[in-house]
């Protein structure tokens, strides 16, 4: 259960002053124009009542009437917006005044006009969003206009049990309207915290459903190298045998004393062993990058030099045409999980190799450059591809946003190695100039590095 609100609090609030001016702004708009069609509609009882001071009685009620009309205009400036509170109780007042003014001039304690001043009283209190301070305020305003048209008639207070009684229902009413405000006054602070509660909560779902989201990229990626895993096993298993069996068998082929004889068979021979030797590769690649589980042995030493050429076999079919230059320093030890480094290596080859597709360079060429800096090796991945659009160049690390078309990828692959690297305790960035060429930079610790 909500807590009671003090009312000492409302000054305090900025955010609840600036939703309750909007909120006042428009009920005074709106309650301005009733009260000046309210008052032109009393012509009747003038009439009935007092059809001698018809015509005086009529002029004042369209003075009222394009006053308050004059202050719904001014609501609708930034004036307005300012001094909403000051010209919502100028309006409430001018047909207080002219309902004193015709009692007054009218019969006094005997007028039935003060019903008038009743109604105004009620619907401040429990219509308009006014505060309990201007409440008590209006009522005791009211009821000074009333004693002094009363006392200025020409009868005077006349019948002073009348009078009396009928002071002393204003009064009542006066009250009971300063406690309408009072209790609307905390019933909105209440409903402004309960907003601003729902808001927050709802910042807070909207946060953990992008985490959820995230989690749920990971754990994806996850099953993917855990398929993949399962895969190389199978590959291990059925290729590497034969595949060594043919490698022996080719060794001792090339032994025989025909191969030395005929060149062309010496050629498709050594032809033969490469692929064969390109096969095991792949196959070991493979075991490097999915066999081992993710995260295992996540601090060991590897060579990136050879993670990159592991991820260029890898990906060998999609860099087909394209000419990579490799850049490296001397040394080029690192520490870290050499799987998932391999898996973002894989992603950014890719990507860049779809760039080139799409911008058919006529030299198509990617250029991977190391760096040696405070205790860290810095990787560039650059492509001359088609570009970044510099309003996605800010989304691409987010999960699930791709631009490649319905059912070439899910937008997980960058936004799984932005956290790989993070884990890593480096970051990956991306520049590039939209038509022209695309760059992403990655940071990994040195072997020598301190742990």
Not at 126 to 140: C, K, M
Not at 257 to 277: F, H
Not at 331 to 356: C, K, Q, W
Request: proline letters at 3%.
């Amino acid at each position: 259960m909500m807590k009671s609100i003090p009312l000492v609090r409302f000054r305090a609030l900025t955010p609840y002053h600036i939703e309750l001016s909007q909120f006042r702004l428009t009920y005074s708009k709106a309650g301005s124009i009733v009260s000046a069609v309210l008052v032109l509609l009393g012509v009747g009882l003038d009439y009935s009542l007092y059809p001698e001071k018809f015509y005086l009685f009529a002029a004042a009620r369209v003075l009222t009437a394009v006053v308050t009309l004059l202050i719904f205009w001014a609501l609708y400036t930034s004036f307005g917006l300012k001094w909403v509170r000051s010209l919502t109780l100028l309006w409430l007042a001018l047909p207080q005044i002219m309902i004193a003014w015709m009692i007054w001039d009218a019969d006094g304690v005997e007028s039935l006009y003060f019903v008038g001043l009743h109604l105004a009283m009620y619907a401040t209190g429990i219509i308009l969003p006014i505060g309990f301070y201007e409440g008590v305020g209006f009522g005791l305003f009211t009821y000074a206009l009333y004693f002094a048209a009363c006392y200025w008639n020409s009868a005077g207070l006349g019948d002073m049990g009348r009078f009396v009684g009928i002071s002393l229902f204003i009064l009542f009413s006066a009250t009971v309207s300063a406690f309408c405000t009072f209790f609307n006054e905390r019933g909105r602070m209440n409903i402004f915290d309960l907003q601003r509660q729902v808001n927050e909560k709802n910042a807070t779902l909207v946060s953990t459903n992008e985490a959820l989201a995230q989690i749920k990229g990971h754990m994806i990626q996850q099953e993917k190298m855990a398929a993949l895993g399962t895969l190389s096993a199978g590959l291990m298993h059925e290729v590497n045998n034969p595949v060594n069996y043919s490698m022996m068998a080719l060794n001792m082929a090339m032994l025989d004393p025909a191969v030395t004889q005929s060149a062309d068979l010496k050629e498709s021979l050594v032809d033969a062993k490469e692929g064969l030797a390109r096969v095991q590769n792949i196959v070991s690649d493979l075991k490097t990058f999915a066999y081992q589980k993710p995260g295992e042995d996540s601090s060991r030493i590897f060579l990136l030099e050879k993670a990159v050429l592991s991820a260029q076999r890898l990906t060998g079919h999609e860099l087909s045409g394209i000419d990579v230059q490799v850049n490296w320093p001397q040394d080029t030890h690192v520490r870290g999980d050499e799987p998932a480094v391999i898996g973002v290596l894989i992603n950014l080859f890719s990507n860049a190799a779809l760039a080139l597709r799409k911008a058919q360079r006529a030299q198509p060429r990617i250029e991977v450059t190391g760096q040696h800096r405070d205790g860290r090796l810095y990787v560039t991945v650059r492509d001359n591809g088609t570009g970044i659009e510099p309003d996605n160049l800010t989304r691409v690390f987010e999960p699930f946003f791709t631009t490649r078309g319905v059912g070439q990828g899910l937008g997980l692959g960058l936004s799984v190695s932005y956290a790989i690297i993070q884990r890593h305790g480096g970051t990956l960035v991306v520049t590039s100039e939209a038509g022209v060429w695309t760059e992403f930079a990655f940071d990994l610790a040195l072997a020598d590095a301190a742990v």
